[in-house]
């Protein structure tokens, strides 16, 4: 299994609409090392979801339900989509203060890369990240 780090603007996507939704496909990514990480992902991969912008912080816990597939809102055929599923929310989210805080933290790929919206997260880093959030 790989681990996954997805963002979203809460006022144009938040956790409670994916709740209620169910499910959506991940679209809108227009970089190429974002998309490659979409093409990489895996049925059944655990994803991060991350507000960005307003909260700065994890909120919950998703997983890959499709892999990539062509993105339906463009005709170009460069960019990807692939289905999410929220799976449950965290009992206390994950702040980027506190993920810039913490030492074992300090080469993930959010913090690295803070423009990427879809970013590979290590086993290791995945852990760290559910500990802090209540997911143990």
């Avoid at 090392?33 to 994803?47: E, H, T």
């Avoid at 912008?53 to 062509?70: D, P, R, S």
């Avoid at 980027?96 to 993930?108: G, Q, T």
């Amino acid at each position: 299994m790989n681990y996954w780090l997805v963002k979203s603007e809460p006022f144009k996507y938040s956790w409670d609409q994916f709740v209620k939704d169910k499910v959506t496909f991940w679209d809108g990514v227009r970089n190429y090392q974002a998309r490659n990480n979409l093409k990489a992902m895996k049925k059944g991969d655990q994803v991060l979801f991350y507000h960005s912008n307003e909260g700065l912080e994890i909120v919950g816990l998703a997983t890959v339900a499709k892999e990539f597939y062509q993105d339906p809102t463009t005709p170009d055929p460069n960019w990807v989509v692939v289905d999410l599923k929220p799976l449950k929310p965290f009992k206390k989210p994950v702040t980027l203060a506190a993920m810039k805080a913490e030492k074992s933290l300090a080469n993930l790929s959010l913090i690295r890369q803070g423009r990427l919206s879809v970013c590979n997260v290590t086993p290791d880093e995945f852990k760290v990240i559910m500990e802090m959030g209540g997911m143990k």
